[in-house]
């Protein structure tokens, strides 16, 4: 969700959980040099943040990250095919590096009888995406904004056996080794039978159960209940085998002045989960972070330092302000080169378990929400945002990463958008998302395909940020082409599921409500508002079943964690009919350095019988997915259920202490499949 900043007149620069950047003192627990805890059970509690005092929010000033070097922050994803490749990364806790990382695996508990496998790797290497990674890698990456340097290592197995449990132990190599170790398994092969979870917009616990025993923006204590729930679902079935993280991971990109810390307490409490099972990611608006880099990631060109880099308007924390994200996860490739030379591993990706494909997507590229890091205020001639590096962000500074992968057309016939070829540099990330479906439809061993990102298609949050026309307009078409079956998302902090659709309602069905100049209040406006295929399911073994042959299904499931949820639903008054908000084009930024800056919202409204549930009762949840492959090709299902979870108490204050009751009974549980009505 964008909860960038909220302008106000005083000059101080706040987001929508009411928390000034400016106005808070720093928080009165420290850093500390916590090492993971208990992740081979997956749930434990930071000893140190037990005992913490309650800060009084989020820290002003830049704080300082551990220089001990005890590997933290367990980190498993997929590799190109998950039945015989995982990647295993991990981080150390701060500014220092490992002295001599390793990593040993074997298909028996690692012990001084059984080393295993041993992996050695280098010395870490400033993160650069021109290049492409080796089977062991060590990373660094320095934030532009505070300076601090922090390090990752990832190793690749590959040649792995399908269905099969491996051990692994990665140490930091000192005089007297640290070491941490869990085990996984790899995906079965072929037809089979799996679990795998999903939710997005995280953002990391408060200070009384993260690692750190500091207050973030955003943090909420919820979001230390969804990585159990990962772990122990409520339906007391077993742990997923994989889970899909709908981006908005940790909202490091609203502290400024500490995005690495931010970072380390995401890093610390996922690692509970994620150092047992793969975490797949899609990348989310928050994902975008300021710094001190141009646009492709490479060094300000400004002379005189950061300061100056900075007001020369190189803004962006690394390669697109992916850096930390891009550093922290190693994700399968997906082959494609950008237009400015980087390699685009891991900002969109694909994988097969078993008969479905996955596809991740960065609705950044085609979305027209501006959503990402923004400083704009109100007050006249305000100073620039100023961190401890000397960097400064001017007023009226945004992340906007529409188009970075190339240009979109519109075609006036159908609203639709498609890779401009007129000027030789045609949108890659949409060329790669046809090519992915087409491969997948003709592959005879894919059933269904998932797709999973993180803005929305299909929303009626009122206080959230609604539909956006970019991605209808982008890739709708292609997943009504190919007929994919499921798109999950996030950025809304709430649930809501859609009937099937396919295809649109021809028309102006939206009407402009919040005019950006140009547009008049009142106007009709062309929403290419998603068709309803049918309201009526079938059902499966008693329990109720949708044809996504007849039409794809979107799942909002943006409930993982924050501590601003939206779930409140539009209503057209009129007609009692559900009602979307609609981003139709950029959000207009407009003022001036003398007068202040300011941000439309959503332009328009649209009357939405698309929307076929909304949960205004919790913001929080989880689903969990149950693949069933059938026994032949085309008969695999999938049945979700959508587990809501209660806030905590205090939710509302900055606190965020006390403790919720997870679910045993689903909100909702529906099965999709493909020609299941007859």
């Known amino acids: 969700m964008d909860e960038s900043v909220v302008e106000e007149s005083a000059g101080t620069d706040v987001d929508e959980s009411g928390f000034s950047r400016r106005g808070f003192l720093a928080g009165a627990a420290g850093i500390s040099a916590v090492a993971l805890v208990g992740v081979g059970e997956g749930i434990a509690l930071p000893e140190d943040a037990q005992a913490a005092t309650a800060p009084s929010g989020p820290p002003t000033a830049t704080l300082p990250l551990p220089t001990t070097t ?6 498993l994803t997929w590799g190109a095919d998950p039945a015989t490749s995982v990647t295993v990364s991990w981080s150390a806790p701060g500014t220092v590096a490992q002295p001599a990382p390793t990593l040993a695996y074997s298909t028996s508990p690692i012990t001084a009888h059984n080393r295993g496998h041993l992996v050695k790797l280098p010395e870490p290497a400033p993160l650069d995406v021109t290049r492409r990674y080796q089977k062991a890698s060590a990373v660094s990456f320095t934030d532009g904004l505070n300076g601090q340097t922090t390090y990752f290592y990832h190793v690749q197995l590959t040649g792995l056996e399908p269905d099969t449990r491996y051990y692994y132990e990665v140490s930091d190599g000192a005089a007297e080794a640290s070491t941490a170790a869990a085990s996984f398994e790899t995906a079965p092969f072929g037809r089979a039978k799996y679990r795998f979870s999903s939710y997005g917009d995280l953002s990391t616990p408060s200070w009384d159960l993260n690692a750190s025993g500091n207050i973030w923006h955003e943090s909420c204590d919820n979001a230390y209940y969804a990585v159990n729930a990962v772990e122990n679902p409520g339906d007391g079935g077993p742990a997923p085998l994989f889970h899909l993280l709908n981006g908005d991971l940790c909202y490091a990109n609203l502290d400024i002045q500490n995005a690495p810390g931010v970072w380390r307490d995401f890093g610390v409490n996922v690692a509970r989960s994620a150092a047992n099972r793969p975490w797949m990611p899609a990348l989310g608006n928050h994902e975008t972070e300021f710094g001190v880099c141009d646009h492709a990631g490479h060094a300000g060109k400004a002379h005189g330092g950061i300061a100056a880099q900075g007001a020369a308007g190189n803004y962006w924390n690394g390669p697109y302000g992916y850096g930390h994200y891009l550093s922290r996860f190693l994700l399968p490739d997906n082959g494609v080169t950008n237009w400015d030379g980087n390699h685009l591993r891991g900002n969109f990706y694909s994988f097969q378990v078993g008969t ?38 001017p007023n009226g500074t945004v992340t906007y990463n529409h188009g970075y992968t190339g240009d979109l057309e519109i075609v006036e016939q159908d609203n639709s958008a498609v890779p401009d070829r007129r000027h030789g540099r045609p949108n890659l990330q949409t060329q790669w998302l046809e090519r992915t479906l087409a491969d997948a439809r003709r592959d005879p061993g894919v059933d269904m395909i998932v797709v999973f990102m993180h803005q929305c298609a299909l929303s009626t949050s009122l206080p959230g940020n609604g539909s956006d026309l970019g991605i209808r307009r982008a890739w709708l078409p292609l997943f009504d082409h190919y ?23 021809a028309g102006a069905h939206g009407t402009v409500v919040a005019p950006n100049p140009g547009q008049t209040a009142g106007d009709a406006v062309d929403t290419r508002r998603p068709k309803v295929a049918t309201t009526q399911y079938s059902t499966v073994d008693g329990v109720p079943a949708w044809d996504t ?30 009602q ?77 202490d006390g403790t919720t009751t997870m679910p045993t009974a689903p909100f909702e549980k529906f099965v999709f499949g493909r020609h299941i009505s007859r």
């Open 70 to 75: 005890e590997p933290e922050q367990l980190l």
């Open 356 to 393: 479905v494909k996955f596809i991740s997507l960065d609705a950044d590229d085609v979305i027209y929400q501006d959503g990402g890091s923004a400083y704009l205020n109100a007050a006249a001639d305000a100073a620039p945002e100023t961190t401890s590096s000397g960097a400064q962000i």
């Open 483 to 505: 007929q994919v079956d499921l798109v999950l998302s996030g950025h809304e902090h709430d649930y809501e599921r859609s009937y099937p659709v396919r295809g649109y309602d």
């Open 549 to 578: 042959a007849a039409g794809t299904v979107y799942l909002v499931l943006g409930g993982g964690g924050t501590n601003g949820p939206t779930n409140t639903y539009g209503e057209d008054a009129a007609t009692n009919m559900p």
């Open 580 to 656: 979307s908000k609609v981003i139709t084009q950029r959000n207009a930024i407009t003022g001036s350095q003398a007068a202040g800056f300011k941000r439309n919202a959503a332009d328009s409204i649209e009357d939405a019988p698309w929307s076929a549930a909304r949960n205004a009762g919790d913001a929080y949840g989880y689903a969990v997915f149950d693949v069933d492959p059938g026994k032949r090709r085309g008969e695999t299902t999938i049945t979700m259920q959508y587990f809501a979870v209660p806030a905590v108490s205090n939710e509302s204050g900055s606190a965020h």
